[in-house]
């Protein structure tokens, strides 16, 4: 079993420049040293603008490094080929801000996907599928499309696919943004629950009421691309699951 | 990549475009090649007429000069034209008593490859004083010359749809991609590879490009098909050159595949340029 001080992600001396907008060819992120490590939760937290999403798009392999090294389970992602990127970014789970599901397929057959792109039989497929939904309060919804969800029940077929195929990190943007306080409670209650003792989930947010609310979790804080005391405190395990945390949750 | 639901939805409306575009292009490239096929045709038929003589001889020297031709090196045949069937399609121009009057006699010549005019035109003035030679090739030339200025433009007009389809194809995958765009980008960062990527695509152009490529195939070769049984009827020689000979229609036939290869082959490569899928 992997423990609680293993490295997951490390970052070292990475800068990443904007590659888009105004800002274009500034750096979003600089001199970024941090290691991350396995089972912990970690609350990215910083004002607008403070690079939250550019170090999540380093997380999720959507973007390399401009500067620097980033070794992603243990590999150097700067030397990964094309299908080793792609078998990476399968160990990697994401919640997008918006939830993005794809629109015409159902909540089941989104929560599916990361399973059909491991190639992982059908059988297992729909088992895993069906346990998942149980797990999010969603099964009952399993055959619904996006359209016909609300945010909250959106946001909890998003963390249940990012979950399904047994992650070793989760990345969530702001998962939390657009969903009522009590959906985002319980959202906060699955991110903490669904992976395995040996989970890293990284989550951004602004909002500083979840400190209270993830007491355990590490917190990195980013201001003008840089991160603010990353070296501080000693990594803690990832707050174990609630008591409620194995049984259906309901929107 | 498990099979299910396509992760990127196939739009009707792109895939008949798509369709609709390869089946016209093959319509047009079949029926210009038909014509060009039927312009070559005719230009052969009428290549091979030209090494055709008429000789005119007095009629009192007809069957001396006759015997003399078939004896000729190089002329493969010499046949004397019917003299009531000359009178007759004479007589409307001269006359009732046209055969009054000093009618020559006509001899049609077909030369072998191995015949030169000058020598044949030199042994006949030997035997016979007052000849005259008209070569068929002289009056055919402009039909000739108008038949391959029809063939190269009917040639060029096919190698348009040649050139356009491999063009067509990689645009209408540059918008596949475009509209899908948030679908793929979704699917990639949950660890699908180029490859698997790529697939669905791959198939819905292949798909996309034979099913137009039949129906504009069909559709033109059965045109082409009509147009032959229609003009089989007068028995004319040029025309019957003018219409597809059976390894015409083996050319007619490879074409809609070409296209749909093509297409294909397009299609992939802006795959392959889009995503860093292998071709």
Redesign the interface.
């Known amino acids: 079993m992997t423990t609680a001080t293993t490295t997951m992600v490390q970052f070292e001396h990475v800068g990443l420049r904007h590659a888009t907008g105004a800002d274009v060819g500034s750096e979003v992120l600089s001199d970024i040293t941090v290691s991350l490590h396995a089972g912990v939760f970690y609350l990215l937290t910083g004002p607008g603008g403070a690079g939250k999403s550019a170090l999540l798009d380093l997380l ?3 973007r390399a490094p401009d500067r620097g090294t980033l070794h992603l389970f243990g590999e150097a992602v700067n030397r990964l080929t ?2 080793r990127l ?7 789970g ?1 919640v997008h801000r918006d939830g ?1 599901l ?1 629109p ?2 159902t909540a089941a ?1 989104n929560v ?11 059988v297992a ?1 729909d088992r895993a599928v069906a346990a998942m939904l149980d797990r999010v309060g969603m099964a009952d919804r399993a055959d619904a499309l996006p359209a016909a969800l609300s945010a909250g029940e959106r946001q909890r077929i998003a963390v249940a ?1 990012a979950f399904v195929a047994r992650p070793a990190l989760v990345v969530a943007d702001e998962p939390t943004g657009a969903i009522d306080p009590a959906a985002a409670d319980r959202l906060l209650v699955l991110l903490g629950s669904l992976g395995d003792a040996a989970t890293t989930v990284v989550m951004a947010t602004h909002d500083s009421r979840l400190f209270t609310r993830l007491p355990r979790a590490r917190i990195l804080r980013l201001d003008h691309g840089r991160l603010h005391d990353p070296a501080a405190p000693a990594p803690v395990p990832r707050p174990g699951p609630p008591p409620h945390a194995t049984a259906p949750v309901t929107a | 990549m498990t099979p299910g639901p396509a992760p990127f939805p196939a739009t009707a409306h792109d895939d008949r475009a798509l369709a609709a575009l390869l089946a016209t292009l093959v319509f047009l490239a079949i029926v210009a090649a038909a014509v060009a096929l039927g312009a070559a045709g005719s230009v052969r038929m009428l290549d091979r007429s030209g090494a055709r003589l008429t000789v005119q001889v007095p009629a009192a020297a007809a069957g001396h000069a006759l015997g003399l031709l078939r004896a000729t090196p190089g002329v493969a045949r010499a046949v004397p034209v019917d003299r009531a069937t000359l009178l007759r399609l004479l007589r409307p121009w001269l006359g009732e008593d046209v055969a009054d009057l000093p009618i020559p006699a006509l001899i049609d010549v077909d030369l072998d490859d191995t015949a030169t005019l000058p020598a044949i035109e030199h042994r006949l003035r030997g035997v016979v004083a007052v000849i005259r030679i008209d070569r068929a090739d002289r009056w055919l030339a402009p039909v000739v010359g108008a038949l391959r200025r029809l063939l190269w433009a009917a040639a060029a007009f096919a190698l348009l749809p040649v050139i356009a389809t491999p063009l067509i194809a990689g645009r209408a995958t540059r918008h596949m991609l475009a509209r899908q765009h948030e679908g793929v980008a979704l699917v990639r960062a949950l660890g699908a590879t180029d490859r698997q990527l790529a697939a669905p695509f791959r198939r819905r152009i292949a798909g996309t490009a034979l099913a137009g490529a039949a129906i504009g195939g069909v559709a033109a070769l059965a045109i082409v098909l009509v147009v032959q049984a229609a003009v089989a009827g007068p028995g004319s020689d040029l025309i019957a050159a003018a219409t597809p000979a059976p390894r015409d229609w083996v050319v007619l036939a490879a074409l809609p595949v070409l296209l749909a290869v093509l297409a294909i082959v397009a299609g992939r490569h802006t795959l392959h340029r889009a995503m860093g899928a292998p071709a």
Do not use: G, K, T, W
């Open positions: 999720s392999l959507a094309r299908d792609a078998a990476c970014r399968r160990r990697i994401i993005r794809l015409h397929l057959q599916a996907l990361p399973l059909r792109i491991a190639d992982e039989a059908p497929i696919r």
